[in-house]
């Protein structure tokens, strides 16, 4: 693949064994675009990817459920706020840890069989949180829900990419994909906040069961198997330093948010990036690595990953905040949070379903650069939120930056996955997926973690006298705590410690919204910038 341009390989499948000893690759930069006529997909393509969709249905599912779940299950195992993050983002990060690896894996021993034996762990793993009986229990549940997870988004985006070799069916598949990721998190506030009013918070972490046990009836029958005959064996020495680089660091990161400058942090830190500088080295030294640094030398490339990870960060640390805002501040129950939640899904579902064709007028950096500037006045919009108004303010900004950022986020998939050849699908998804799901999980301890800061330092004086210690206590360390522990308490008494306590959060949210239009804004000029030249491909 050329420095400075977004290559594609553009084949039909026949033509993967010819590519793999150094057949020709599409350009799809202004500079080359010759090579050879992608073929299109036909019947059996179209049908396998309404079996490709059904895991991101189930991760959608799984997510958006758990923030709604995290008030009513903290409550009943007792989780601390420490605990409460570390349910939400230890999934990310095990996920993100293993999602190259995973990628690579697929390639040496078959997506398809991959995407099998994930969706198998997932649908067990799902089972034992649901009836997890302690905060501990709960989170190394979620960490096998994120080993599982981390073989099945690389699986499906790279069967895609073999699948749908041709850009402009590509770019459909990909926001067809992306679509049923979100009608996932349509659907999954309202069963979900049904079944939290019904049942207890367990029964809703069981809601992506059944439609992993239709993929594992019906995908191979209907999904054909890829792999790279090339590949060579799977470096293990590379697979624990990845680990060794990426989860040092993460952690790292989340203690220096969580509580600034100390030893314990900047050692995980110091280690991570340490680890990371052997994993390169060791890389580039390699006949078959397992991830090719020289991927990172194309500009657009690593232009495209790094937008992609800083607006994940953005936005999964706002996807915490936001269920907890309804819930908490507006006293909207679980099913009437889930309601409030459509409006930006739907946002974000013809978004993404205009990108395709809004791309086939303007360049892909132009595209992406204008949805990133959208979603940054949404972020301004929702500086305004106020703990007295109710949801409305926060639904309209939440829309306007979903809009934005689902064109962002296809085109910005389809550019990544398109830049390697069919055999390597495997390893460019994994890369994506990690950008994605590390810049989630990062979101999460960062933003989280910087609320929480913003809530204890006001609440720290704010509580009024005749407040019991213990509830006291609640009351300083979470919004969850102050609501669930203040039942008991007389209404004056608990209204004025309320009052407070919900504008306290509604404060760290207007400040980390304020974050995401200096974000959104900065990176809408480096897609401008950086992509300017690139296409995504002959749409």
């Not at 095990?94 to 099998?116: A, E, Y």
């Not at 974000?348 to 006045?377: E, T, Y």
Request: proline share 5%.
């Amino acid at each position: 693949m050329a420095v400075g341009g977004l290559g594609a390989d553009l084949g039909h499948p026949g033509a993967a064994r010819r590519r793999e000893s150094g057949g020709p690759t599409m350009m799809t930069t202004e500079q080359d675009m010759s090579g050879p006529v992608p073929a299109r997909a036909g019947r059996r393509e179209w049908t396998g990817l309404a079996v490709l969709v059904l895991p991101t249905l189930l991760i959608s599912v799984d997510v958006t459920v758990l923030y709604l779940a995290l008030p009513q299950l903290s409550s009943q195992l007792g989780a601390s706020s420490t605990q409460q993050l570390w349910i939400m983002d230890i999934y990310g990060f095990m996920l993100s840890g293993l999602l190259v690896t995973m990628g690579t894996l697929g390639d040496r021993i078959g997506r398809r069989k991959l995407l099998l034996i994930g969706a198998a762990g997932f649908c067990v793993a799902s089972v034992v949180a649901a009836y997890s009986q302690s905060p501990e229990m709960l989170i190394a549940a979620r960490a096998a829900l994120g080993i599982a997870g981390a073989t099945l988004m690389p699986s499906t985006l790279a069967l895609i990419s073999n699948m749908f070799q041709a850009p402009g069916q590509r770019s459909v598949a990909i926001a067809v994909w992306l679509n049923c990721f979100l009608i996932g998190m349509v659907i999954a506030p309202l069963l979900g906040g049904w079944m939290l009013e019904h049942f207890w918070w367990g029964a809703a972490l069981l809601l992506g069961v059944p439609v992993m046990v239709v993929l594992l009836l019906t995908a191979p029958a209907l999904l054909p198997e890829y792999r790279d005959a090339s590949a060579g064996r799977l470096e293990l020495t590379s697979v624990v330093l990845s680990l060794a680089a990426i989860l040092p660091t993460i952690y790292g990161i989340k203690e220096l948010a969580r509580h600034g400058w100390h030893v314990e942090a900047l050692v995980a830190l110091g280690v991570g990036l340490g680890m990371g500088v052997v994993f390169v080295r060791r890389q580039l030294r390699l006949e078959h690595p397992l991830l090719d640094p020289r991927l990172f030398a194309n500009r657009a490339f690593s232009s495209t990953l790094l937008i992609l990870l800083l607006v994940a960060i953005v936005t999964g640390g706002m996807g915490l905040l936001i269920p907890l805002y309804l819930q908490m501040v507006a006293g909207r129950t679980p099913l009437e949070a889930g309601m409030w939640m459509v409006p930006q899904m739907l946002g974000m579902m013809v978004g993404s379903s205009l990108g395709p064709f809004i791309v086939r007028r303007m360049r892909p950096g132009w595209v992406m650069a204008a949805g990133l500037a959208l979603s940054s006045v949404g972020y301004l919009v929702m500086t305004q939120v106020d703990s007295v108004g109710g949801p409305v303010v926060l639904v309209i900004g939440s829309v306007i930056v979903t809009m934005g950022l689902a064109p962002m986020a296809v085109l910005g998939t389809d550019l990544v996955v398109g830049s390697v050849p069919p055999e390597k699908a495997g390893s460019a998804a994994s890369t994506s997926e990690t950008a994605n799901e590390l810049g989630v999980a990062l979101g999460v301890a960062i933003l989280g973690s910087f609320a929480t800061a913003v809530y204890r330092r006001n609440m720290a004086d704010a509580v009024p006298a005749g407040v019991p210690d213990g509830v006291a206590d609640s009351v300083r360390e979470s919004i969850i705590g102050a609501v669930t522990t203040t039942s008991s308490l007389p209404a004056g008494l608990r209204d004025a410690v309320l009052a407070p306590a919900r504008e306290s959060f509604t404060q760290g949210i207007n400040i980390a919204a304020g974050l995401g239009v200096v974000v959104f804004a900065s990176l809408a000029v480096v897609a401008a910038v950086m992509l300017k030249n690139v296409r995504a491909g002959q749409h």
